[in-house]
């Protein structure tokens, strides 16, 4: 079953509002979550990284101010894309690594929201 | 410049058909090649992580590769079935040492298995 729960899987806003995904470890500590944004045909591209209690990591060109990122609890990381517009529409995608884990470990990623602003 | 190429870009076969992905990296200083499983409008699923000292691991139907000298790997799915129409991801992760590893993902290799 899947470890990584991200919620919602899809969204519709309008142009100016925020919108809040949330994606949850499920059955272990994630001390370390990744989030990703998918253009149609395109690869996965990392926009920031954010450990536990601690500030996020963004990617260049990535606007931390319209991308706010909480990872407030082992278990619970979101993302608000705040004033959306419609470039903004696009694949997002969480991941989830866990405490203690090797690089070599697994990297459970989340099942994706697909958002889309009117 | 670290990056990940894959081909073909896109492949259709026939269901019971195998089938081979080829991966090419640049990456340095690598630590893993891992092969996932993307259905549409899904997250990537893990089929296999590889580290420099292997050449070869399995996961079921899927059999995947590494070349750590030439920077290759492969995937190969053999009797293809219906559901393993997906896109397949050949993503790199750095060395970093500790917990920090970045990964640097290809484009993928969208595969339609048609009846």
């Known amino acids: 079953g899947a470890v990584v729960s991200q919620h919602p899987s899809w969204v519709i806003c309008k142009s100016g509002t925020s919108v809040k995904i949330e994606c949850r470890s499920l059955?272990?500590?994630?001390?370390?979550m990744f989030w990703y944004r998918q253009f149609p045909k395109q690869s996965l591209m990392l926009m920031a990284t954010s450990n536990e209690g601690s500030k996020a990591t963004y990617e260049q060109g990535v606007e931390k101010d319209k991308f706010l990122i909480n990872h407030a609890s082992l278990t619970l990381s979101t993302l608000t894309v705040t004033s959306a517009h419609p470039e903004d529409s696009s694949f997002y995608i969480c991941?989830?690594?866990?405490?203690?884990?090797?690089?070599?470990?697994?990297?459970?990623f989340g099942s994706g929201t697909q958002l889309s602003v009117l | 410049k670290n990056q990940v190429e894959q081909s073909p870009q896109s492949l259709i076969i026939l269901e019971g058909k195998n089938c081979t992905l080829q991966c090419n990296y640049t990456v340095s200083p690598f630590s893993n090649l891992r092969w996932y499983k993307q259905d549409t409008g899904r997250g990537p699923v893990s089929l296999t992580i590889?580290?420099?000292?292997?050449n070869t691991k399995s996961n079921g139907r899927y059999t995947a590769t590494l070349d750590a000298d030439t920077k290759q790997s492969s995937l190969h799915i053999t009797a293809s079935q219906l559901s393993d129409s997906a896109s397949y991801i050949c993503v790199v992760m750095l060395n970093y040492g500790g917990s920090q590893g970045n990964l640097i993902f290809g484009k993928g290799t969208k595969l339609s298995v048609k009846p």
């Open positions: 059955d272990f500590q994630a001390t370390t």
């Open positions: 590889m580290t420099f000292s292997e």
């Open positions: 991941s989830a690594r866990g405490l203690g884990q090797q690089a070599s470990e697994k990297l459970f």
